[in-house]
């Protein structure tokens, strides 16, 4: 029988593992990686909506948008031809087709009511290229349902004396488009054109002395009624 003997070392004893600590720096690094996080979203949110709020809002001064808004009533309208003189002087382009000795001058005359004054908004940081578009400064109370014209002569076989030739004439806008009474009175801006050059597309007419009647008809049922003269060569 062998006895034999062991001595105890307590370094071969291994203790138990324990989850590490975090270190206090790596701690205070998180946190202020999370915090600079957090501003950065809210500076986002903020800009952002900024941005929603100058462009609802209107950046008046910037893009020179009117500060008041009104409300237009048609009071009547008026149809003037333009003479040969002021013709020669400010000549319709080649380029159109249409009429280039008769041109007519419509103005429609209204009353305008104040609506609304529309405080400028600044912008710390946005510059005039966020201020989106300017409002329509006024609109009309009553808009134009259509406008037809008639003639006391025929147009051809197709036109005769008394129907509705509104399609032959055009709005000139600009001095270089031209645009139908339809399209007209679709314009979101309609207040921006209450006076405007109207020309006839009809290049064959036979000569003689005609006579048109303009009729303006409004939503609220009223109509206006204008008549001019021409002679055609």
Known sequence: MHLYIVERNDNLIKKRARPAKPLEG????????EFFKKIGILLILFIVGLTIETCNKEVL????????????SILSFSVDQVNEDDLSRRPIPESLECRKDFALVFKFDVERTFIAKCKPVHSLFLQSAFACSCYSPSYLKESIISIQVFSDK?????????????ELFKILIGGTKLLSFEDFIELPDITSYLRFACV???????????????????ADERSYEQSVKNIFK
Do not use: W
């Open 200 to 218: 006839l597309t009809e290049t064959s007419i036979d000569e003689g002395e005609y006579e048109f009647t303009f009729v303006v008809n409004l």
């Open 154 to 166: 025929d147009f051809g076989e197709t036109h005769p004396a008394g129907t509705d030739i509104a």
């Open 61 to 72: 001064y910037e893009c020179n948008c009117p500060e008041s808004k009104y409300e237009c």
């Open 26 to 33: 790596e701690r205070k690094k998180y946190n202020q990686m």
